[in-house]
């Protein structure tokens, strides 16, 4: 299983976001796709369904727009990190039906927890 | 001819009311007691009850229910010498047309019937078509998978709890999501709740939200999944990994759709239907104490108990070259062709990982034929390519699990014959130990239980 991350658009909050997941521990690898992408480069191409998919949020636009991937995001375990705790846009972010939301840097604790349970989970599955 | 049953103690509004309906072209029978109207409702085959309150043998009101589950199913409409007003609010509860009372029969009875009528007339023609089961990315027609759609149709609009059993990789959380979708909750959120992924430290906060300040770290209020699910669905995957002590709270928010957040006294209401799956046997998880049976009864008004793709291969074609579909549509290529002989080695391999293994094999293939117009076996995974090759060797011989079996057949007598195979190795290996042997399998105790006895293999000797 791969760990991706994606930006509706590119900034640096999402860049700051991408580079703390990057240094988490028990989670391998995270690969960046390039920021608003359709999910049609030859990047896109090393996603498997089911693969984590870490969807980075900066605010309303951002999320109307992975709204519009909505489709093509089905096939993935969903996070859904947003930057900040707006309730408006936690909201809207339960439309694209994450397994996690994260909202702002202080949930970035659970966001490496709840990875690392799912890469040592999917380890157990496998060694079955 | 529409026919209508009088219930009603009095001989001479009895007498009055027949002769109106009749003279009005309506079939009329009448009963003086609620008992003998109900056995005529049984052996008749009426549209309409008129039902009196006051009965010798009863409240007509207590029987409103049992006069609906009549086989003809009539509406009731209720009247009454006593017009009260929490007498009708009463009747409408418990599933009456409309409620009028006896001195203005004459003047509104038309009124009611027509209505109750229109409204039978469009009930039955909502039985007749085909519910229009809204099923994104539930793909198959075959006759397991069909069952289970049915299942989806039926529990979807109920309100109860839906448990969706069934291995790794068989759709659950697409069920979960169909349920959602085509029940009255669908313009509200579906909230997935990952019990196996969320840490058990943070479970309670996550689950139920906290305010500021409750505990170190809290530095604002937080609303919780539960409230995120107000008006909407709680998906709880892999529901036996919850923990035991959030069973128990949890249980009294299904109960009563209150909860308290973390640090606060004040409670808080979210109106959420509750969708759980699990690939474990929850029954014998509640036997070993693991998991609460009064949360079990709660979660399970309806199971929806998926099947493995080996059990379904019939669908095996329409997912491959639907998945090859929407990967051209992703990466908007013309469409690809899929080969016989890919389908040929997909068709004789096992799938134990299920839909999403198969899903998968479709991703790496589709990498591999990135310039390809056509899908072929050639560009399945190695190790895939690798069983499919075994698979050929000699005519006819296909590689079963654990060792070669001559199969000349067709494809349910080789998975026949492959199960068996399976079943009594396992039993060998488990030494004829039930909870070893579900263990080791992944497999439920009722449905190892089921295999067993399809096979007439006793859990003491395994044999060939």
């Known amino acids: 299983m791969n760990i991706f991350f994606y930006a509706a658009s590119p ?69 859904l990190i947003l930057d900040g705790s707006n309730r408006n846009l936690l909201d809207k972010g339960y439309r694209l039906k994450p397994r996690l939301v994260c909202q702002g840097e202080q949930d970035l604790s659970l966001l490496e927890q709840f990875l690392t349970r799912i890469c040592n989970r999917k380890l157990r599955v496998s060694s079955h | ?140 027609n075959s006759e397991p998978l069909n069952k289970c759609l049915d299942q989806v149709a039926r529990a979807a609009p109920a309100d109860s709890g839906v448990l969706i059993t069934g291995q790794t990789g068989t759709g659950k959380e697409l069920f979960a999501r169909a349920i959602h979708a085509n029940s009255e909750r669908a313009r509200g959120n579906f909230v997935v709740v990952d019990c196996a992924a969320l840490p058990a430290s943070l479970f309670e906060s996550l689950l139920f939200g906290h305010v500021k300040g409750a505990f170190t770290g809290a530095e604002s209020t937080r609303n919780g999944l539960i409230k995120a699910a107000d008006k909407g669905t709680l998906f709880l995957d892999e529901v036996g990994e919850l923990p035991l002590e959030i069973q128990k709270k949890f249980l009294r928010v299904i109960q009563e759709r209150r909860y308290l957040r973390l640090g606060e006294t004040r409670e808080q209401h979210s109106d959420f239907r509750v969708v759980a799956a699990t690939n474990r046997d929850l029954d014998q998880m509640t036997e070993e104490g693991a998991f609460r049976q009064d949360l079990l009864f709660r979660l399970r008004a309806f199971t929806i108990d998926l099947p493995p793709l ?134 439920s105790r009722a449905r190892l239980y089921e295999l067993l006895k399809k096979h007439d293999i006793t859990l003491a000797s395994g044999r060939d």
């Open chain 2, 1 to 140: 001819m529409t026919e209508i049953l009088l219930v009603d103690d009095d001989p001479s509004l009895l007498k009055m009311a027949h002769r109106y309906l009749q003279r009005a072209g309506f079939t009329a029978t009448c009963s003086t007691t609620l008992a003998e109207g109900q056995l005529i409702g049984k052996n008749g085959r009426f549209d309409i009850v008129l039902l009196d309150v006051d009965m010798p043998d009863g409240c007509g009101l207590d029987v409103i229910q049992s006069f609906l589950n009549l086989p003809s199913q009539p509406e009731v409409i209720i009247f009454t010498g006593n017009g009260a007003v929490d007498g009708a609010a009463k009747a409408m509860q418990k599933g009456a047309w409309s409620y009028i009372e006896k001195q203005h029969f004459i003047r509104d009875i038309n009124l009611h019937l027509t209505r109750a009528l229109q409204f039978r007339a469009e009930k039955q023609t909502l039985k007749i078509c085909p519910v229009a089961l809204q099923r994104k990315h539930i793909i198959g």
């Open chain 2, 310 to 443: 080996c059990e379904r291969m019939d669908d095996l074609r329409e997912l491959t070259r639907t998945f090859t579909s929407r990967l051209c549509d992703r990466f908007q290529l013309d469409g690809k062709g899929v080969a016989p002989d890919l389908f040929d080695c997909l068709a004789s391999y096992e799938w134990p990982g299920n839909i999403r293994e198969l899903k998968q094999v479709i991703e790496q293939t589709f990498a591999n034929a990135r310039s390809f117009p056509t899908l072929h076996s050639y560009h399945l995974p190695e190790q895939l390519r690798i069983h499919c090759a075994q698979a050929g060797l000699g005519e006819h011989k296909i590689s079963g699990p654990g060792k070669e079996i001559f199969s000349p057949g067709t494809w349910p007598e080789y998975k026949n014959q492959c199960e068996r195979h399976y079943l009594n190795n396992l039993t060998r290996t488990s030494g004829g130990n039930i909870k070893e042997a579900c263990r080791l399998s992944g497999l």
């Open chain 1, 11 to 79: 900034t640096t909050a999402g860049q700051k976001y991408y580079q703390r997941t990057l240094g988490m521990d028990g989670i391998g690898k995270c690969i960046e796709l390039p920021a608003g992408c359709e999910f049609n480069t030859p990047g896109a191409l090393q996603m498997n369904s089911h693969d984590i998919l870490l969807l980075f949020a900066a605010g309303d636009e951002d999320l109307r727009q992975l709204q519009l991937l909505a489709d093509d995001l089905e096939d993935f375990q969903i996070i």
